[in-house]
């Protein structure tokens, strides 16, 4: 192995033993937790919060200045229980204590990778939708938005062979508030997963 790679994966490391550290000082003692993937600038999180005082909001996303004005919004409405933290959506998934597990995760608007090669990189994988069957409670949801049809079908195409989600058609979005980016879309499709039970 090169020294190169061998640093990366130290770096990698320490990043997600960090986020570990983060994870149990700010989520630990929560009693209802909510998580958005890839929040942006936290418009849809920071409204779901104001609305939902009681739940613990973390918003998490690759882009520092993102998360910083995601944080400002947060501070200025004095929203003690949201948090926003910039993590890779992989490190923060193995970052997580077992203990902590989410009610409701949101992911809205996702980077759609149009290019079948390229469809490795979306977020909606095998692997993924196993990780979160355990990162979440047993009466956990997950909420998914897209203005991408490809990508709609092919997240509603992987829930339907995992054995961990179902797709409730009757489930309604639990709060609409425009995202960033959806403000830039002339239409999009929405669909709720929840948790089988075993
Ligand atoms: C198209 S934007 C949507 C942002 C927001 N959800 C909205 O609707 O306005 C996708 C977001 O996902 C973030 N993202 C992409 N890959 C990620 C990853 N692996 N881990 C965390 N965030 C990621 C990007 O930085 C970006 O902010």
């Known amino acids: 192995m090169s020294e190169g790679y061998l640093q990366a994966l130290k770096l990698r490391a320490e990043r997600v033993e960090r986020l570990t550290s983060w994870c149990t000082e700010h989520l630990a003692s929560a009693e209802s937790r909510v998580l958005e993937i890839g929040c942006g600038h936290g418009h849809f999180l920071t409204a779901y919060a104001t609305a939902n005082p009681k739940q613990n909001c973390v918003g998490i996303d690759l882009v520092t200045k993102r998360i910083e004005k995601a944080t400002t919004k947060a ?5 003690t229980q949201l948090k926003f933290l910039k993590a890779e959506l992989s490190e923060f998934l193995e970052a997580l204590p077992p203990e902590i597990q989410f009610d409701r995760v949101f992911m809205l608007f996702p980077d759609p990778w149009p290019k079948k090669r390229h469809h490795k990189n979306r977020m909606i994988q095998p692997a993924f939708l196993r990780r979160l069957t355990e990162i979440t409670t047993p009466k956990a ?8 049809e490809d990508l709609f079908a ?29 403000e830039l879309m002339d239409s999009w499709r929405s669909l709720v997963a929840v948790k089988v039970k075993r």
């Open 141 to 148: 949801d997950f909420c998914f938005r897209t203005d991408h």
């Open 154 to 182: 092919w997240t509603v195409e992987h829930l339907e062979q995992s054995p961990g989600w179902a797709i409730n058609a009757n489930a309604e979005w639990p709060l609409e508030e425009t995202s960033f980016f959806q």
């Open 75 to 79: 501070e200025k409405r004095n929203l």
